[in-house]
């Protein structure tokens, strides 16, 4: 299986196990969000989702979602189970900051949408150049 295809089977099973976590968690997790889902070493998905650290350290590249995938979401974390905060489509030229690897193994990149001030995480394999080089 090549490497793209693995990352894929990884991210599908990710997201499959913490959609699974968060249907058999309490109803008060705030809408919107993740439960506090145990991910490894008793963090949970909510922690990861507040991952800090990002910087623009990738100052000159930048890229668009995938043909094909009409919209997607950015996210307040490198993770499919981390809150969706600004909805983006194709045409929407996104200015790459840096990236950052999951505990899956998934690469994301921390993206601001040009002419606005909406920034955020996307998984890298929905970008047309698969997103940053540049670590954050």
């Given amino acids: 299986m090549s490497g793209d295809g693995i990352r894929r089977t990884l991210a599908v099973l990710a997201v499959g196990t913490l959609a699974a976590a968060a249907i058999a ?5 705030r809408p919107g969000t993740s439960s506090p889902t145990a ?14 650290g990002w910087g623009d350290n990738d100052k000159n ?5 995938r043909a094909g995938r009409g919209a997607e979401f950015l996210r307040v974390g490198p993770y499919g189970a ?4 600004y909805r983006f489509v194709e045409a929407d030229l996104l200015y790459y900051h840096c990236y ?10 921390h ?5 606005t ?7 890298d394999d ?5 997103g940053s080089n540049v670590p954050c």
């Fill in 111 to 115: 993206v601001r949408i040009a002419g």
């Fill in 126 to 130: 929905i970008l047309t150049d698969l």
């Fill in 25 to 29: 968690s309490p109803a008060s997790a």
């Fill in 39 to 52: 991910v490894s070493g008793g963090t949970t998905a909510l922690a990861f989702c507040q991952l800090e």
């Fill in 61 to 65: 590249d930048s890229g668009r979602l």
């Fill in 117 to 123: 001030n909406y920034s955020g995480w996307v998984w």
């Fill in 100 to 109: 950052t690897t999951n505990v899956y193994g998934n690469t994301w990149t």
């Fill in 82 to 85: 981390c809150e969706q905060t």
